[in-house]
């Protein structure tokens, strides 16, 4: 079962930027989709970016233009590049290996107005 470990979550002001990493216990080359979700306090987890083992990627429309997922095979990460934060961003974020079923435990983003 491969492991995710999140990191890189913090308190920003709107309009800055945050860089999300996503490690996993074995080589992230091997994992073919990997996704990163959020949930905010309240609300269901949502979908916020996928990224396969090819390098193709899709995103949310509330991200669209904003976010970045790619692939660290070097660093053996999942990186989201996270820039025009917005309060509404706020929630604590997930990786997950879709075809493993495993997630992350989570790393909180907090944008401040």
């Known amino acids: 079962q491969v492991q995710l470990v999140e990191s890189g979550g913090d308190l920003v002001q709107a309009g800055g930027s945050l860089r999300l990493s996503c490690a996993a216990s074995?080589?992230?080359?091997?994992?073919?989709?990997i996704a990163w979700y959020r949930q905010a306090q309240g609300k269901q987890r949502e979908l916020v970016a996928v990224?396969?083992?090819?390098?193709?990627?899709n995103y949310a429309d509330s991200v669209k233009g904003r976010f970045t997922i790619s692939r660290d095979n070097a660093r053996n990460t999942v990186d989201l590049q996270m820039n025009s934060l917005k309060p509404e961003d706020t929630a604590v974020y997930y990786c997950?290996?879709?075809?493993?079923?495993?997630w992350g435990q989570g790393t909180q983003v907090t944008v401040t107005s």
């Open positions: 997950y290996a879709v075809k493993e079923g495993s």
């Open positions: 074995g080589s992230i080359f091997s994992i073919n989709v």
């Open positions: 990224i396969t083992r090819g390098g193709g990627t």
